[in-house]
């Protein structure tokens, strides 16, 4: 069996995906402007796939910037943010 790391696909998305840098952005922004914690809500509002935003969060999380909830088959949810995430958007 293959199995795409997140190492791996992060380089795929930032060769493959339009400005990939404004969809991280773009996904830490609607967690703290907008208040959403979903991801397959935040992949509607920024015209995302889910796939994308969702592995925004685990690198955000990664990162030690939010903590997620990841149920199985579902949508992961946003359950904290850092300080440090909220202080460099503000």
Known sequence: MIKVTDFGFDQYARTYVP???????????????Q??????????????????VDHVLNTLESNGDIKLHKPLGGSIY?????????????
Do not use: K, M, W
Not at 19 to 33: A, H, K, M, P, T
């Open 19 to 33: 400005d990939y840098e404004s969809v991280v952005r773009g996904v830490s922004l609607q967690i703290l402007n």
């Open 35 to 52: 208040n959403e914690r979903q991801s397959r809500e935040i992949a509607q509002s920024l015209e995302q796939p889910q796939a994308i």
């Open 78 to 90: 946003v359950l904290t943010v850092s300080p440090r995430l909220r202080r460099s958007f503000s």
